[in-house]
């Protein structure tokens, strides 16, 4: 009964570290609730510029934060969430989208993954060709035969090839 407890315990714990941290302070949030689920649900979809691999939602960077602000400031002036997104999209560019569009500028953005994917297989399978690839020496054409005993060397080579191992 004891072991199961601290189980639970540590895996209660492993979860709170696990789960996101959300970096929007107090004073940022909305008095509105449904107006505050809708700035954070944009602020999820886009990246904070600093941190690169981070929502805006879940930076600490100060440019997050004038994001978050930006976001907040936009819905109180009755803008739709589409309307939002566009104009922090035309300010800021495709970068800022966690999810930019398929288009002809992001195509290397969407494809790098399958191209990764592709390079990786096509490596094992180079690598696995070279190691299937019979080593040695290959047998001797009739025209180097004929070149060997020209030069006086056909009797050896012939004793080369019937001693080497298969």
Same mark, same amino acid.
């Not at 979809?45 to 600490?60: A, G």
């Not at 993954?113 to 592709?118: I, K, M, N």
């Not at 040695?136 to 035969?145: D, I, N, Q, S, V």
């Given at each position: ?18 789960? +996101? ?9 909305? +008095?509105?609730?449904?107006? *505050?689920?809708?700035? $954070?649900? /944009?602020?999820?979809? &886009?990246?904070? &510029? ?17 994001? $978050? ?5 936009? %819905?109180? *002036?009755? &803008? ?10 035309? $300010?800021?560019?495709?970068?800022? %989208?966690? $999810?930019? #569009? %398929?288009?002809?500028?992001? /195509? ?25 690839? #019979?080593?040695? #020496?290959?047998?001797?054409? *009739? ?15 012939? *004793?080369?090839?019937?001693?080497? #191992?298969?």
């Amino acid at each position: 009964m004891k072991a199961s407890s601290a189980f639970l315990a540590l895996a209660v714990a492993a979860a709170l570290l696990v789960a +996101p941290a959300h970096a929007v302070t107090p004073g940022e949030r909305l +008095p509105d609730p449904a107006m *505050e689920a809708r700035a $954070r649900a /944009i602020t999820s979809e &886009l990246r904070c &510029l600093v941190c690169q691999n981070q929502s805006v939602d879940d930076s600490d960077a100060s440019l997050a934060k004038d994001l $978050r602000v930006l976001v907040r400031e936009k %819905l109180k *002036e009755g &803008l739709s969430d589409a309307q939002v997104k566009d104009y922090v999209h035309a $300010r800021y560019g495709d970068f800022v %989208l966690l $999810r930019p #569009p %398929l288009k002809l500028d992001t /195509i290397l953005l969407w494809t790098a993954p399958l191209l990764a994917l592709l390079a990786g297989a096509a490596a094992v399978f180079v690598a696995a060709r070279r190691r299937a690839a #019979p080593e040695g #020496p290959a047998a001797l054409t *009739e025209a180097e035969r004929a070149r060997l005993k020209a030069l006086g060397v056909a009797d050896e080579a012939r *004793e080369d090839e019937k001693t080497r #191992p298969l």
